[in-house]
């Protein structure tokens, strides 16, 4: 009973307290992002230390914070800028590690450059879409949230009702091909809906709704697979437990870190 009102509490201010978020955008959007990226990586950074790995949090978290800058700014850089700052990364971590008594340093190094590749960067897209939004008076955030709590909701709801054939049993043994099937369509009929309603954005036409609602609905849920493999992995049920019965961020935001840079390649892509 405990635990139920817990979970009740934490959709009672969570949701809202995301959308309203999104609402405000700027800063007040980067800093609510950059935190989730943090305790996202140190959810991740914990799951390795299940493995006896001894990551970097101090990069990693540095990291997390020049990528939400980066997303937010959303400086022009060219190749040989980004090439320069990935070889200064990779160095410092090595270095890092070189004057560390710790054993397992080649998988310590790992550890850490995959935590800031799969939090920070990935997570940190997020940002540069609601950077996008305020630009060109577009409402994709909202609709990448709204649809992936869609996607989730019908997912578990028909896969419950009448799923029966198995994904990934060895991953999550609860996935079914009819709940990725009604979580894909109400993930597409999320985004159909705000171009309808003209609630989009007046420079995207249907087919843009539709593929973009398509990319949502099938990496959102390849998130909820890749995480739920990191988790089997390290022997645990969930990321963490600081949304009470929900689990941890990572369990929350699994979707929208795989499905946010896709969304965000897309859009940078065609405009």
């Not at 980004?82 to 990779?90: A, E, G, Q, S, T």
């Not at 080649?106 to 996008?132: A, C, E, K």
């Not at 593929?211 to 990496?219: A, D, S, T």
């Not at 969304?263 to 892509?269: C, E, L, N, V």
Request: hydrophobic letters at 50%; one cysteine or more; charged letters at 15%.
């Amino acid at each position: 009973m405990k635990m139920m009102k817990g979970r009740n509490l934490i959709v009672l201010v969570g949701v809202p307290g995301w959308l309203c978020m999104i609402h405000l955008g700027g800063y007040y959007y980067t800093f609510f992002i950059l935190s989730i990226m943090i305790i996202g990586l140190q959810e991740f950074y914990e799951l390795s230390e299940k493995k006896n790995l001894i990551p970097l949090r101090f990069i990693g978290f540095a990291s997390a914070v020049f990528l939400a800058d980066y997303f937010h700014v959303q400086p022009e850089l060219s190749g040989f800028q980004l090439i320069k700052l990935i070889i200064f990364f990779v160095i410092a971590v090595m270095l890092w590690q070189l004057f560390r008594e710790t054993k397992e340093s080649s998988l310590n190094i790992s550890s850490t450059m995959l935590g800031v590749l799969y939090v920070p960067l990935l997570l940190g897209t997020s940002i540069g879409i609601r950077q996008f939004d305020h630009n060109l008076n577009t409402n994709i955030t909202f609709a990448l949230v709204i649809s992936i709590w869609a996607c989730d909701s019908a997912a578990f709801l028909f896969g419950t009702l009448w799923g029966r054939s198995k994904i990934f049993p060895r991953v999550s043994p609860n996935k079914t091909w009819t709940g990725s099937f009604f979580g894909l369509f109400f993930s597409i009929l999320v985004f159909v809906a705000f171009y309808i309603f003209n609630i989009l954005g007046d420079i995207f036409s249907l087919y843009n709704a539709i593929l973009m609602g398509l990319l949502v609905g099938v990496f959102g849920q390849l998130g909820d697979f890749i995480e739920s493999l990191l988790k089997r992995d390290s022997g645990v049920k969930d990321s963490g437990k600081i949304l009470l019965g929900h689990g941890g961020i990572l369990d929350r935001f699994d979707s929208i870190i795989f499905s946010s840079p896709i969304i965000y390649i897309y859009i940078h892509t065609i405009f």
